[in-house]
């Protein structure tokens, strides 16, 4: 037991969310330990991402997801910037067959003050996209990309720089109350802290139930599958074409992304993973592939949704149709042009009653604070939901 020691924070994982809350409270002198279970951070959700720097145009106002991530991309500018970090602020073109929503969008860009936003017709479109099939959408000046996995590389350097220390290959499997204190372990140590922040991802209701919490949500994880446009055609696309997600489905609808790397993403199919970092069909857990489908949230969201998600399993396994799929935004892109790219598994919390949860979640224990939901755009808005955590457990 390295009871020796005692931090004021312990942290269980090192992804961008646990970093950026680690910066946070370093800020205040405090002295912060991260466990993480892997050999490097961003291993999971944080580096296999679509690195886009969202505006905060799509959610409800005064929401957690709304508030944090506009809060969020200017602080991630800040620190960008600081840190010489390279990205792409240049927009993208949101666009839906239902008009209504995209002026419904428009209006909510005006109460949030964000400027520049326009709908764009007709040529006025084309002269952003001359590739694309879109006669009308939104632009969203302020929508930008970056690789999310060199921000949280570069948070871990700044964390270390400032004495904050990170420990791999340490999952964590026990957490107990000690005196006045956490006594959080894995299977080779035992650590032992003033508090507790869970930010495990994938992982974040298990490591509450050792805790003691009794969530009344279970991450789910779906796995958002990608391609990319081979070199000779990525000059089909300038930025970034998004369609309208509906907060309802697990599905976030094909979009298409021009990387930080100049490569155009494109995707997701998102179907329901084996295994909780199921990244391809061949992962399969048997113990967390039955928790999942046994659960009765799982069970009614399934029940509500399984057309849609047969339609998005045969995406996945056919590549015909997905390439159908892509032509609705962009023309002129065929089976061949289309090379697989890392797959990514979203965090989803699902509740009993077979809701996804909309908004971050945040629940809090004796001497902890667990994050139970935050899944995109939490990369955007990770330094502010490090400095709402900060804020609430240095009260
Ligand atoms: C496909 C995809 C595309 C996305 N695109 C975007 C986007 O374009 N823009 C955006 O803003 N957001 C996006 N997101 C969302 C964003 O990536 C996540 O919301 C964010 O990375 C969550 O960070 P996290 O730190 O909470 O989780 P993670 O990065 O998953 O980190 C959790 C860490 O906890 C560790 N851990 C788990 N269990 C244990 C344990 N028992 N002991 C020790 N360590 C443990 C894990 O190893 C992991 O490193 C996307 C997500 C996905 C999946």
Not at 333 to 348: H, M, S, T
Request: charged residues 25%; proline residues 4%.
């Amino acid at each position: 037991m390295r009871s020796s020691k005692k931090y004021d924070y312990v942290i269980v994982g090192g992804g961008i969310v646990g970093l950026s809350t680690a910066l946070k409270l370093q800020e205040a002198n405090k002295k912060v330990l991260i466990l993480e279970k892997e050999k490097a951070v961003g291993t999971h959700q944080s580096g296999r991402n679509s690195g886009v720097l969202h505006s905060g145009i799509y959610y409800k106002p005064n929401s957690f997801k709304s508030n944090l991530c506009i809060r969020g991309r200017e602080l991630m500018l800040e620190f960008l910037n600081t840190q010489k970090i390279p990205y792409r602020l240049e927009g993208k073109i949101v666009v839906d067959e239902n008009l209504e929503k995209i002026d419904s969008l428009y209006e909510r860009s005006k109460s949030l003050e964000m400027t520049g936003v326009e709908i764009l017709k007709n040529s006025a479109l084309t002269d952003k996209e001359p590739n694309s099939k879109i006669l009308q959408g939104l632009f969203v000046p302020q929508a930008g990309v970056v690789d999310y996995k060199a921000v949280t590389e570069k948070m871990a350097a700044v964390f270390k720089k400032n004495n904050g220390e990170i420990d791999y290959f340490q999952e964590i499997v026990d957490i107990a109350d000690g005196q006045d204190s956490k006594l959080v372990s894995s299977k080779k140590e035992t650590f032992r802290g003033d508090f507790l922040i869970n930010c495990a991802g994938l992982f974040s209701d298990k490591i509450s139930k050792l805790d003691g919490l009794n969530p009344k949500v279970k991450i789910i994880p779906f796995r958002g599958e990608y391609y990319e446009i081979v070199n000779e055609k990525s000059h089909l696309l300038n930025n970034m074409i998004y369609p309208i997600a509906d907060p309802n489905l697990p599905f976030l609808g094909i979009h298409l992304t021009k990387t930080i790397d100049g490569r155009i993403e494109v995707g997701p199919n998102a179907v329901l993973a084996f295994s909780r970092e199921g990244y391809s069909w061949g992962n399969f857990n048997l113990v967390q592939t039955i928790e999942t489908i046994t659960y009765k949230g799982m069970l009614r969201l399934g029940s509500k949704y399984f057309k849609t998600g047969i339609d998005e399993m045969y995406r996945s396994l056919n590549k015909s149709a997905f390439v159908k799929e892509v032509n609705k935004l962009l023309p002129g892109i065929q089976k061949e042009d289309l090379l697989p790219r890392p797959a990514g598994v979203r965090a989803q919390a699902v509740s009993e009653t077979g809701e996804l949860l909309d908004d971050f979640l945040f629940e809090e224990g004796d001497r902890s604070l667990h994050v139970l939901n935050a899944p995109s755009p939490a990369a955007t808005a990770s330094l502010a939901i490090g400095e709402y955590i900060a804020s609430k457990v240095l009260n």
